[in-house]
């Protein structure tokens, strides 16, 4: 990915205006004339220089994992600078190490730990159960989000909630049958690892069994919470490289519960990564004046019309550069004018607001936005009038074609003739009977959004009519 954004700023002349050496302490509001006011320590032979600049408009880009969460712990902590180490981890062998979190990061570096030359013994202490989706999907043996299109993506969430769920543990117990069923032609990456004393039916097995008590014991809806996406990490648990526990019962993190029981274990840890979630840094940047919470779609401020967000929405499934790619898109419109701010964006934003918490009722919306990311892509090329209708697009082939390839943000750029011709000629990866399955599900799904819609009428009704009958009632 680095190299495709230094290729990209070599692309378009972007490095003439990329200041290195330069750190933003903080920005306010310019209440005289509008606008913000930066100020920038900037580093060069050693020296520094603060300065404080104004600036028309403010984009802020310094994304959801600056800087993790401290653990209230007296034992060596890993940084982020050590575990992200340009040559590696070959710095930490032979450790007893216990990673504090279930999350990606968490998952990524207990997995990155437990590499077998580095002979460490790796604990991953978890509240829940975590979702576990593979890169590389038993069905067609392709990444996974190669089978998400829009024709999936135009069923309710709840019920793909429901029927997801069901398909994830089927495909747990049944992962051979469904291979075979779904025959692949594109390899799998072999694993890193090295053969252990366990057969490969027995790691398979237990891999299997882990899956699901995993799976089972998660703490939301299928689409609800964040998924980590590894083929590995399993791998890693069956072969006994990484052992999951529960909950540390004292700050020593030397005794944990036994995941998802009642019992103990002891652990004589030699380091202690914490993963338990990252620390907003946007209210430390503007003494408080700054909030994730205050922007609509998670990029616009609901206040001040020149102050944007990017990279802060965090995907259940999918990846972050593309959501980014998406909001970049429609803030530079915004600010260019092509683009109108939305009326009522305050009256928006509540709605929106209200909505996620109750979808997303396990996750802190304070320190994340969190999204579906090719429907909430969708949502801002609506704002942009670039979402391919049928209408739009001119042709039923090519538009039928785009339900069934796997989602991409090129349909969003469907009138430039190389996109176009890129997206038509994308397999189809589906199944035909799955997507049989789903054109079978539309009729219940017209049904299920109609009768949502009913319900939600009758509520917002009946609550007016308390309000009025309240404010009658004072004297």
């Known amino acids: 990915y680095g190299q495709y954004l230094e290729g990209f700023a070599d692309k378009f002349s972007l490095h003439r205006n990329i200041e290195l050496h330069s750190q933003v302490d903080s920005l306010c509001r310019d209440t005289a004339s509008g606008g913000w006011d930066l100020t920038i320590t900037r580093t060069a032979d050693g020296r520094s220089k603060t300065t404080t600049e104004h600036f028309d408009s403010v984009i802020l880009c310094s994304g959801l994992a600056a800087e993790p969460k401290p653990l209230d712990c007296d034992i060596e902590s890993l940084s ?5 180490h340009r040559d590696g981890l070959g710095h930490v ?7 504090i979190g279930g999350g990606e990061s968490a ?12 002979n460490n013994e790796v604990f991953l202490s978890l509240q829940s159960g975590i979702r576990v989706s593979p890169r590389y999907h038993p069905i067609r043996g392709v990444p996974s989000d190669f089978l998400r299109n829009r024709l999936m993506l135009s069923i309710h969430p709840d019920l793909r909630n429901w029927i997801g769920q069901r398909f994830v543990v089927a495909r747990i117990k049944y992962q051979r049958a469904f291979e075979w069923f779904f025959p692949s032609s594109h390899l799998k990456p072999d694993s890193t690892a090295t053969p252990t004393d366990a057969t490969p039916r027995d790691v398979d097995q237990i891999r299997k069994q882990w899956a699901y008590q995993l799976t089972k014991t998660a703490k939301d809806d299928l689409f609800n919470m964040f998924h980590n996406k590894s083929d590995d990490f399993l791998d890693a648990v069956a072969e006994g490289r990484i052992t999951i526990v529960g ?8 005794t944990f519960q036994v995941f998802d029981s009642d019992g103990e274990i002891e652990v004589v840890p030699d380091m202690v990564v914490p993963a338990v979630g990252y620390r907003p840094q946007l ?8 909030r994730l919470a205050d922007f609509y779609l998670g990029c616009c401020h609901v206040t001040y019309p020149d102050l944007y967000l990017v990279g802060f929405a965090r995907p259940i499934i999918g990846n972050i550069p593309t959501i980014s790619e998406m909001q970049s898109r429609y803030v530079c419109s915004l600010i260019a004018g092509e683009v109108p701010r939305p009326s009522r964006i305050e009256e928006l934003h509540q709605a929106d607001r209200a909505t996620r918490t109750i979808r997303y009722k396990k996750v802190n919306m304070d320190a994340v936005y969190p ?8 949502k801002l090329a609506k704002q942009m009038k670039t979402f391919p209708t049928l209408f739009s697009v001119g042709s039923l082939l090519s538009w039928c074609r785009m339900q069934l390839t796997p989602a991409t943000t090129l349909h969003y ?10 997206y038509q000629s994308a397999p189809i990866y589906m199944p035909a009977t799955l997507v049989l399955l789903l054109l079978m599900l539309k009729p219940l799904n017209l049904v299920y959004r109609v009768f949502r819609g009913l319900r939600r009428g009758c509520q917002q009704c009946m609550s007016g009519v308390t309000r009025k009958y309240q404010t009658d009632r004072r004297p």
């Open 247 to 254: 909950t540390p019962v004292n700050n020593q993190f030397t």
């Open 371 to 378: 999204v579906e990311m090719y429907p909430y892509c969708d």
């Open 413 to 422: 750029v469907y009138c430039d003739a190389e996109a176009r011709e890129r």
């Open 283 to 290: 209210e430390d940047l503007s003494s408080g004046q700054i």
């Open 107 to 118: 998952v990524d570096y207990a997995n990155r730990l437990a590499s077998p030359e580095l």
């Open 93 to 99: 062998t032979n450790k007893c190490i216990v990673v």
């Open 80 to 84: 982020v600078s050590e575990l992200n």
